[in-house]
């Protein structure tokens, strides 16, 4: 860690208490200037923003190239008041309810309307298309591909298999277009949404994907006019330090080829992505402190904060490295002579054995001291939830001045 990141955290520690997340300014930038450099204009990028849902967040993202994502009309609420316009926000989502319906319908025909609605069956598309034909509007909408593919990620992060809950078959979309009312009903179909998984260890299931979805596009593009768009998702890694993953500009570098097999007036000319984990993830750390210290089979901490703030180790076992800030009350610099590490288990405070971080290297530590978990910019604070009477966390931005 950086040791002026390690002084503003270790600052806001002082100034805010803890546990607090906070988020790197600088790495959120420099994050989404590498998907832009990947995946450049005109490809449209939206942040997907189950992954961070703080309206600053959102802000700072939007500001740097992004449109918003969202699944929900509580997603949707975060990103207008981050400032994000209707014609920059999608909603897509398996759980989509009526009164979510209803409200993308209330954008329309107020002069407002979203960049599109990714539809997940024809039930959904036939409910859409009543309330657009009640108040008399037309609705942009893509049809979610469910790929039947394997994506190289943990199967509880693999939503593009032929078994997942999200998306259609290509016989299901058809039925889905019907629904809503074929190419000059209330739902103008517009393209296919895809999303293969999380955390991709590999390009292949992304790019299988990628061919099946734009073949299916071109298909419909010879009989739809406005069939004209492509929404490839996101699932772009954040691995662990040290540990190898593809880049975003190594899925890019597999779209040419994709295009090219397509004949030129079948192509889309409209793509999309949806990155989240991969813009926010790096950029935030969870700040605790050290409430126990103990010799139990080993070194064991347990710390001030746990599963309620960020819950994917207990969840599917994810692994975020925890780092000290402090070791027996002294601030912790690279090579400055703090006693040697040893491996310890750092635990939450919650009251369920699943709440671990797991084992870490870290310096002798007491109670008062603090700690940083990396890589808690996703997935963290857009899961928080206030079981154990847990109080609300902070959520400080911190720039490079």
């Avoid at 860690?1 to 607090?20: E, K, N, Y």
């Avoid at 309206?55 to 009309?73: D, K, L, Q, T």
């Avoid at 692994?319 to 002294?330: D, K, P, Q």
């Avoid at 870490?360 to 940083?372: E, I």
Wanted: hydrophobic content about 45%; overall charge positive; charged content about 25%.
């Amino acid at each position: 860690m950086r040791p002026d990141l390690a002084a503003a955290l270790r600052s806001v520690a002082g100034g805010r208490g803890t546990p607090a997340y906070v988020t790197d300014g600088g790495a959120l930038a420099a994050a989404c200037a590498d998907m832009r450099a990947a995946f450049p204009d005109p490809i449209v990028r939206q942040y997907s923003v189950k992954a961070n849902d703080t309206p600053a967040v959102i802000r700072e993202v939007s500001a740097r190239g992004f449109g918003a994502n969202v699944v929900s009309r509580g997603e949707w609420a975060a990103a207008r008041r981050a400032g994000v316009p209707n014609a920059r926000v999608s909603l897509e989502g398996v759980g989509k309810t009526a009164a979510d319906l209803h409200a993308a319908v209330r954008a329309a025909r107020d002069g407002e309307p979203l960049l599109w609605v990714a539809l997940e069956s024809a039930d959904e598309a036939l409910a859409l298309r009543r309330s657009a034909e009640r108040a008399g509007v037309r609705v942009d909408v893509l049809y979610r591909l469910n790929p039947d593919v394997s994506p190289e990620t943990l199967p509880v992060l693999a939503v593009g298999t032929g078994v997942s809950k999200f998306g259609m078959d290509e016989t299901e979309i058809a039925h889905a277009i019907e629904a809503g009312g074929g190419p000059g009903g209330p739902l103008r179909p517009r393209g296919i949404h895809l999303h293969v998984g999380s955390q991709l260890g590999a390009v292949d299931a992304w790019r299988d994907a990628a061919r099946k979805a734009l073949a299916l596009a071109a298909l419909w593009r010879g009989s739809i006019g406005t069939f004209d768009t492509v929404d490839l998702g996101g699932g772009f890694p954040v691995a662990p330090e040290g540990e190898p993953a593809p880049r975003p500009e190594r899925f890019a570098r597999e779209l040419p080829a994709l295009l090219e097999a397509i004949p030129a007036e079948r192509r889309p000319t409209r793509l999309a992505v949806e990155p989240g984990r991969a813009l926010v993830a790096r950029a935030g750390w969870l700040v605790a402190r050290v409430l126990h210290a103990r010799q139990r089979a080993g070194s064991q901490v347990i710390i001030d904060a746990g599963m309620t703030e960020l819950i994917r180790p207990a969840m599917y076992g994810a692994r975020h490295r925890v780092m000290a800030l402090t070791s027996l009350g002294r601030p912790v610099h690279d090579g400055a002579g703090i006693p040697a590490d040893t491996p310890t288990r750092v635990e939450g405070p919650i009251c369920e054995t699943t709440d671990s971080f797991g084992l870490h290297d870290l310096p002798p530590l007491r109670r008062g001291d603090l700690v940083a978990i990396a890589d808690a910019g996703a997935y963290a604070a857009s899961q928080r939830s206030r079981y154990n009477g847990r109080p609300a966390v902070p959520h400080i931005l911190i720039r490079a001045d």
